[in-house]
């Protein structure tokens, strides 16, 4: 996989973003691009589609709520990377929320990628990129099927688009659609992968959630959700939470799912329903053992460094090189502005990257060190990945 080159454009102007997809078809008659658009400039999709379709180029999107650019978040402009040669690539749209349909989805874009993966005589080092609309309440569960049937013949890694309103917006789109609740894959061989970290403590006090369903959690050891919530937070960390300063206050406080070989998924809730059930971005499996996490201080840099080293270690040098990072959007609010641009700023100077793009996204995906190369969907959490 060879990225030919990136470019930030601050405005969306058909002429200069016509030049440089141009200049990228000229290089090579193999090259595609990868578009990234924040959501303030989600209605520019079809300027950027008829553009690439003028040229003959093929190019794949995403919108999320805001950019990455360096050590800033933007939400204006536009993202475009432009490879030598366009990686495979796969666009879902509508992708069933029935377990029995689902399932059946999930069978057959394994399938489709495997398929691919047959037809390459070297598998090594194949980074599988996933992005998922941040509406679909299953992407667990379909990563545990994608990993079923496909194994570690790639790395994994994605994150999710969509409105930080978490209103429905279409987000995923290529050369000829835009679509809803989607998914959008892409192959990239000769790659490593990337890393996901969080940095959260682990408590010692823990729950269980008794009944749940998808990403919804209605009781926790056999009682309203909410009011365990509540009284844990009131308990552990001395602040009182009510239906009316839900919002603002959950992101600093969300749980952490413990697994068997002691690695941590985070879930933050986002919406609490009138009946005290918790609404959260990503499953909670039902008898999921639970606890509040302990949040990265605002002034922490292990988070940074901790991600510096593992990619050291795939991809040696990070210095001067082009970086790809999506900052969990809840770690933005939990940490607030000032303190999130702080650490992407850090991030930036500490990997003497050359450039880093990305986005603010609604959940990641990437492998736990303490797992192998298994995929989990994370909240809060930074994935960083070499281009």
């Not at 997809?21 to 209605?43: H, Q, R, T, Y």
């Not at 691919?116 to 569960?141: M, Q, R």
Request: hydrophobic share 40%; charged share 15%; proline share 4%.
């Amino acid at each position: 996989m060879q990225l030919n080159k990136m470019k930030y454009f601050d405005s969306i102007s058909e002429t200069v973003l016509k030049e440089f997809m141009a200049e990228c078809k000229a290089n090579n008659s193999d090259s595609g691009i990868f578009v990234l658009l924040p959501e303030n400039e989600k209605n520019a999709t079809g300027i950027v589609q008829s553009i690439a379709n003028s040229l003959t180029i093929p190019i794949v999107g995403t919108i999320f709520p805001a950019l990455v650019k360096d050590d800033s978040f933007v939400t204006s402009g536009v993202w475009l990377l432009c490879f030598e040669k366009m990686p495979n690539t796969w666009l879902y749209a509508d992708i069933p929320t029935d377990p029995v349909q689902n399932a059946k989805f999930v069978e057959s874009v394994a399938n489709e990628l495997n398929s691919y993966l047959d037809s390459i005589e070297d598998e090594d080092d194949i980074t599988l990129l996933l992005f998922f609309d941040a509406l679909i309440p299953n992407i667990s569960t379909i990563l545990d099927g994608l990993y079923a049937q496909m194994a570690d013949r790639v790395n994994y890694l994605g994150s999710n688009p969509g409105s930080e309103t978490f209103q429905p917006m279409a987000c995923l789109f290529n050369n000829n659609q835009l679509v809803n609740n989607g998914l959008l894959a892409m192959m990239l061989l000769q790659h490593k992968g990337g890393i996901l970290e969080h940095g959260y403590k682990v408590p010692e006090k823990i729950i269980h959630a008794t009944s749940t369903e998808g990403n919804c959690i209605s009781n926790i050891d056999w009682k309203p959700a909410f009011d365990v919530y509540k009284d844990f937070v009131q308990t552990q960390y001395n602040v009182e939470i009510t239906t009316e300063n839900f919002y603002t206050n959950s992101v600093h406080f969300p749980f952490g799912i413990l697994r068997a070989n002691h690695s941590v998924l985070v879930r933050i809730p986002v919406a609490l329903s009138d009946g005290g059930a918790l609404f959260c971005i990503g499953e909670v499996p039902s008898n999921s053992v639970l606890t509040l996490l302990e949040a990265s201080e605002a002034n922490s840099s292990n988070t940074v460094e901790a991600i510096h080293k593992s990619l050291s270690a795939k991809y040696s040098s990070l210095q001067g090189g082009n970086l790809l990072l999506f900052f969990c959007a809840g770690r933005h609010m939990h940490l607030g502005n000032t303190a999130a641009l702080k650490e992407l700023k850090y991030f930036k100077d500490f990997t003497k990257a050359d450039q880093v793009a990305g986005a603010r996204s609604l959940g990641e995906i990437g492998p736990s060190t303490l797992e192998g190369g298994y995929p989990l969907f994370h909240n809060a959490t930074l994935v960083a990945t070499c281009l």
